[in-house]
């Protein structure tokens, strides 16, 4: 019989321990998705999603019933159409994803890459921009814990003509995202990643200025279920489009509520501080940092190389018995090093000082725990 541990310490990048009041909110009793009490609680859900992706007043604001992945498929299902000019930046396999989906969407893709662990040039977006009927970029590369420069790429875009899709999977929610100042017109992110939300939401923002060029397509959305006029008809006009998880709504609203309560810059902080500990405490150990240049490192996946010899599948299994789960590489990645998830609910000393205990044990190496207690000490509660 399956019998999951009550207190399975998760340090994955993705999904996040479930936020305490979204765990309370999970046992509320079913409500229908036409009830008049959901459509309430559907508005506070996108005004406050204009908040979290710093949207104009207007812009339409939702939820996918679906994961991340489906947030970035629906921005290519409505915002390009057969034969469109698509430049993806792909310095990993998120970015790659996005390039994969354009393609099945129709898309004449352009890529611009980058070698792995390091950003995205904006200069090289620059000079491929010619033509570009769309622009897409990940915003934080969950695969190699590298940070795009989506604001200095947004400032190139936004003079093109071309629309910028980003993805703010590990981003948005954990640190202010500023989709209008910046020129951003399609956003996404996936409930269980920075909001510690169960999964199965996909929060999305689309811009006026995207919407518009939504109305005037020439052919109809290949993806039925994702088309932004039905999930308008449900959002905004309040008619029936497809019955929504209404359970995973109330879990996701009480998430953002407490993430907004908390606020986007004192979230961002604690990200950064607690990092920074981490990095600190296991440095001695031989770990370090995987993304060479500071400012190209995603403070939400610390990806730390491995010291040499470090034995990376036996230790994580062993953690995994002690009912902490860490994820190591992706493809040529792996084995090379770990990526700590610093997003939402994991992003908190107690979780990381289990993994330090447990640490010192199975690497017989003393003083860590205590080490990490310093170096939080009086910068995190
Ligand atoms: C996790 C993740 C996704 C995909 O989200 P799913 O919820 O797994 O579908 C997309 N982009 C990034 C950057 C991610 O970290």
Known sequence: MFEPHPEHILLTPGPTPIHPRAQQALIRPMLGHMDPEVFALNSEIQADLRVMYGTEPQAFTALLAGTGSLGMEAGFANLVEAGDEVLVCANGSFGSRMAEMAGRYGARVRLVTAPLGEAIR???????LDGVNMVAVVHGETSTGVLNPVPEIAELVRGSGALLTVDAV???GMEPFHMAEWGVDYAYTGAQKCLSAPPG?????????????????????????????????YWVDHTYHHTVPVNLHFAFHAALRAALEEGLVERQRRVALLGQAITQTLA??????????????LPTVLALRLPDGFDDAGIRQ?????????????????????????MGESAHPAPYRALMVALEDLLGERGLAGRFDEAVHGVLV
């Open 122 to 128: 904006p200069q090289d977006v620059a000079a491929h």
């Open 170 to 172: 590990t981003t948005a």
């Open 201 to 233: 939401l996909a929060p999305i923002a689309v811009s006026e200025r995207a919407f518009a060029r939504f109305s005037a397509r020439r052919t109809k959305v290949p993806l039925w279920y994702c088309d932004l006029e039905g999930l308008r008809d």
């Open 284 to 297: 001695p150990l031989g770990f370090s940092h995987y993304v060479e240049r500071p400012q190209d490192r």
């Open 318 to 342: 062993a953690l995994r018995r002690r009912e902490i789960s860490v994820t190591g590489g992706l493809g040529p990645t792996a084995g090379v090093i770990w990526r700590l998830g610093l």
